[in-house]
């Protein structure tokens, strides 16, 4: 099989736009060989997406991406082949959600705390159809004039330890890496370009969460540059970690990421998806 293959994708089950199967039909359109859907915190489109799959014959592989705390920065940690029916895994991922609701709950308690009126549903009304997050209250303490821009909004009550500010609930590592392990995946670090890690840091990272047990490194990445693709193509050569990787196409919230083919250029050998299959047994 010579076709181009996506291994990162998002669909409406997490902040993509095409529901899991519309994504599918794009991906036969576009004469892919498989994509993998990999969704932000949740495995809820994997399975609409295989059946549309089996119907279009098109091989769709279960994963899923989690948001994890790594070195005082958010690190993505991709997991492929997971079974999206594990006991532990769709109950720790229900269990994050339910934790992330609370945070903006708590975060109108701090705001009452502090003698500001406030309650969710005005910053729910600022967000529509978005997930309620930090700006929307920023958008209410500017309409109540209790701040002068949304900056000040952030400086003073919403950035990391202002007066209003509740931790994001986030993996650890050994949390992302362990519950993907155990629902039989591969644990694969998303993106590494994107943490700004100088190569030391970047190094050291990658050890840390070999020692957990990570089977790979998303070396083709839209934003990649060729040199840190050869840098990248490095550590997996190194470290015996698998090379994978996508676009993280969104659709309209990302429109510049075109699904296989990112910003033009991007281009994943099948045979790498082989190679995890292999290592899958
Ligand atoms: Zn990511
Ligand atoms: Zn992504």
């Given amino acids: 099989m010579n076709k181009r293959i996506d291994l990162h994708t998002h669909t409406t089950a997490s902040d993509g736009s095409l529901a899991p199967a519309e994504l599918v039909r794009l991906a036969v359109r576009e004469n892919l060989g498989a994509i993998a ?7 809820d489109g994997v399975q609409e997406g295989q059946r549309a799959g089996a119907e279009l014959s098109l091989e769709v592989v279960p994963g899923v991406e989690l948001s994890t705390d790594l070195r005082n920065k958010t690190v993505h940690i991709l997991g492929y082949f997971i079974d999206v ?120 990272a990658v050890g840390d969460l070999c020692e957990l047990g990570l089977a790979g490194i998303e070396v083709l990445y839209s934003e990649h540059t060729p040199s840190q693709v050869q840098i990248f193509l490095d550590i997996v050569r190194r470290r015996d970690l698998l090379p994978t990787g996508g676009s993280d196409f969104h659709g309209d919230p990302k429109p510049e990421i075109a699904l296989g083919v990112g910003r033009g250029d991007l281009s994943v050998p099948y045979r790498w998806l082989e190679a995890m299959k292999k290592r899958i047994g």
């Fill in 37 to 43: 859907i990999t969704d932000h915190d949740t495995v």
């Fill in 85 to 204: 029916t594990h006991p532990e895994l769709t109950d720790k991922l229900e269990w994050a959600r339910s934790v992330r609701a609370q945070r903006n709950h708590k975060i109108v308690e701090r705001f009452n705390e502090l003698g500001i009126e406030m309650t969710y549903e005005e910053a729910a009304a600022k967000a529509g159809r978005d997930v309620v997050g930090r700006p929307h209250f920023a958008a209410v303490l500017l309409e109540k004039g209790i701040v002068s821009s949304m900056q000040e909004a952030f400086d003073i009550y919403l950035k990391r330890d202002g007066k209003a500010y509740v931790p994001k609930f986030r993996f650890t590592p050994e949390q992302s890496v362990g519950l993907i392990l155990k629902a039989g995946g591969l644990p694969v670090l998303a993106h590494p370009g994107s943490y700004s890690w100088s190569p030391l840091e970047l190094d050291g």
